[in-house]
């Protein structure tokens, strides 16, 4: 027999369970509240001010610079502000502000269901009272801890003070730009004025700055501050906090800045310091006020030594009436480090980083990397291409041809030993379009070169432009056996107590050139430097090359507008570049000479204290003597010889045809000469240059 159930008795039994559930959370949930309460009750009020100082430290611990969290500070009381810039204030950062107790549910509830639509956060619900808190004891940190704290430290805000003394502190403290910490520090700079006399359009302009300092600051986007101004004055006007006839006044009016106050230049590396701030940002995710006031210790790559050397050597080098620019990267090759940095003549005048932000055609020295990608695609240094006149016919039927320095070529083979030492272009646009073009643009890519590069024939020629920064870091790979580098800032940060919060990984580095390759192309690049092929041919490093001291590897590149020289040791890598910020025409007989004496000059000082390290071969290469013009095995007879490394089996097997001893066979080159005059007549190198 089936049991009925009573219908009444199914249907109270989980109303029951659910009544009694209700009321466990509800219980629960009073509990914690009242334990929050009497947490913040006895941690008693915070203090409305924190002044930190961040710290740099440069490689041996010396102190490089600091960020005062109270420079450019101001307090003044609500009373001493602008009533516009308070209302501007409230409506765009928390219209609600005198109706909560520091949290703004209606809000939170807003932006949950923005950002479950868009599957992604997309819009902030923190009150003034958790921004004040966060700024002032915490950081950005996104993890469920920090918003822990914050949530209490907001509580105990809004526990023990009047809710204008919170709007007075944060509006004193918030971030405008510029070193400006609060409303009257940013009326001063701005507009030269104190905080009770800026009118409604000023206002809403230093109200549109605290969401991207950087992006909204009026010296440096004023096109983006007007924009986010003009949206400001409309929210007010739609919210009846100004009139139709107040809108189009603010809307209308002239906004006149004040002259921008003078740079406050770091006494050591101003240029590399802005970088560190970068990387911390983006390290950290913090804006630049959370790390300038946030008490942190960072701790760089940078040598100060180096940097003084790099300093006084531009100051020494560069004509003090010339108003071109340099920027100039330091780095090791091992780790990455940047050990040296200027990016420009004077930060005071523009503290602009040319080093850095600056993109520039490279011109040929690009080049490495196309002969990196033909070293894996089959050529080897003896590997040899007619240099003459070439017309290079593109798929959109236009005509391409490129010319060599002052219109000399070879018209006639040469090896690729030769085109490095002699920045022959016929041959590298010829090898170019023979691997294809992508192959160039994906060679450079891999080895860390991250801006725009066209796939196209000239691309060989450095047609592209790029910072020095990510030059020399990509140079390093051929330094430090194909390693991957980034070049980087930062070492390690740690909080106000001390505690690690970053520190960079070492080891597990990647292999992302072949190291056979890349010794036997920075053996290929000690070319440029080779004074004992000056008799017969003028390699591109032939003005500085007695200059110096030790074995270096490197490459030149000189555009109209542009001059670089970047090479290395196996203990650091520097690149030089010069040039004018208008991209004038630089002077060929003055202006493209700064970056190779520079970088000379630089490279022996810093070398001078440092144990003598030459490249070593890998063991997959073999070194034998080769006539350089042929590409063969040198002979005894050979005029001219040079020692060059290949990858095991790629080696010539043949001995030099070019010359015998006594006379020549007939149908067979002439004898080398036995004087200086002849060498010249005869050698097609004497023709090209001479």
């Not at 001390?498 to 070492?506: C, M, P, S, T, W």
Request: aromatic content about 12%.
């Amino acid at each position: 027999m089936k049991l009925r159930i009573p219908h009444i008795l199914y249907e109270n039994k989980p109303l029951k369970w659910i009544s009694l559930t209700t009321a466990s959370l509800i219980t629960l949930f009073i509990t914690s509240l009242i334990g929050v309460l009497l947490y913040c009750y006895i941690a008693g009020p915070p203090l409305l001010k924190n002044d930190q100082n961040t710290i740099f430290y440069a490689q041996d611990k010396s102190v490089i610079g600091e960020e005062h969290g109270g420079e450019n500070r101001y307090w003044v009381e609500l009373e001493e502000m602008s009533p516009a810039f308070i209302s501007a204030t409230l409506l765009t950062e928390d219209k609600r502000f005198y109706d909560h107790f520091g949290f703004d549910v209606k809000r939170i509830v807003a932006a949950v269901i923005q950002d479950i639509k868009a599957m992604a956060k997309v819009q902030g619900a923190s009150t003034i009272t958790q921004q004040y808190a966060r700024n002032l004891y915490l950081s950005h940190e996104k993890t469920w801890t920090r918003k822990i704290k914050e949530a209490l430290y907001a509580a105990r805000l809004e526990m023990f003070y009047e809710k204008d003394k919170i709007l007075e502190g944060y509006l004193n403290t918030i971030y405008y730009g510029h070193g400006a910490y609060g409303i009257e520090a940013a009326s001063r700079y701005y507009f030269d004025k104190h905080a009770d006399e800026i009118n409604l359009a000023e206002a809403a302009l230093l109200t549109s700055i605290p969401k991207g300092p950087s992006y909204y600051s009026p010296y440096a986007n004023l096109e983006n501050a007007k924009a986010r101004q003009s949206l400001i004055l409309h929210h007010m006007k739609e919210n009846n906090v100004i009139t139709e006839d107040q809108y189009m006044t603010a809307s209308q009016q002239t906004i006149k800045l004040a002259p921008q106050s003078e740079t406050v230049v770091a006494e050591v590396a101003p240029y590399f310091q802005d970088r560190v701030m970068q990387e911390a940002t983006r390290i950290l995710d913090l804006d630049t006020e959370s790390i300038r006031s946030g008490g942190y210790h960072i701790y760089t790559s940078l040598k100060i030594p180096m940097q003084e050397e790099l300093e006084k050597t531009v100051e020494e080098k560069i004509d003090p009436k010339s108003d071109i620019q340099i920027g100039a990267v330091s780095i090791n090759p091992e780790t990455g480090g940047i050990l040296a940095m200027v990016g420009g003549r004077s930060y005071t005048d523009s503290p602009y980083n040319r080093a850095v932000q600056a993109k520039r055609m490279p011109g040929s020295t690009f080049k490495p990397f196309l002969y990196y990608a033909a070293l894996e695609n089959g050529y080897t240094p003896a590997t040899t291409l007619l240099s003459k006149p070439t017309y290079f016919e593109l798929e959109d039927g236009t005509v391409y041809e490129p010319s060599n320095y002052n219109g000399y070529y070879a018209y006639e083979p040469i090896t690729l030993a030769q085109a490095i030492a002699l920045s022959d272009n016929v041959y590298a646009v010829k090898t170019n379009v023979f691997l294809g073009e992508e192959t160039l643009v994906e060679t450079a890519e891999r080895m860390g070169i991250s801006s725009d590069l066209p796939a196209v024939p000239s691309l060989a020629l450095g047609t592209a432009s790029v910072s020095v920064q990510e030059m020399v870091g990509a140079y390093s790979l051929f330094a430090n056996g194909g390693v991957e580098v980034k070049p980087h800032t930062i070492e390690k940060i740690t909080d106000s107590y001390g505690h690690v919060v970053y520190e960079r990984k070492k080891g597990n580095e990647k292999q992302v050139i072949d190291r056979d390759k890349a010794f036997v192309l920075a053996h290929l690049m000690t070319g440029m430097f080779d004074e004992s092929l000056n008799d017969y041919m003028t390699v591109t490093g032939s003005s500085i090359a007695n200059q110096l001291t030790r074995t270096y590897a490197g490459k030149s590149g000189t555009t109209n507008t542009d001059s670089w020289m970047i090479g290395f040791s196996p203990q650091v890598a520097t690149g030089i570049w010069t040039g004018y910020d208008e991209n004038k025409p630089i002077v060929k007989t003055v202006d493209h000479e700064y970056a190779k004496d520079i970088w000379a000059t630089y490279m022996e000082s810093v070398h001078k204290d440092r144990p003598y390290k030459t490249f070593s071969p890998t063991d997959g290469v073999v070194g034998v003597y080769i006539d350089p013009d042929s590409g063969q095995l040198a002979t005894p007879y050979c005029p001219h010889q040079r020692l060059a490394y290949f990858e095991e089996g790629s080696e010539p097997t043949t001995y030099c045809e070019h010359h015998f001893p006594g006379d020549a066979p007939e149908g067979s080159l002439p004898n080398p000469p036995d004087s200086k005059e002849e060498k010249e007549k005869k050698s097609w190198l004497y023709d090209l240059f001479f």
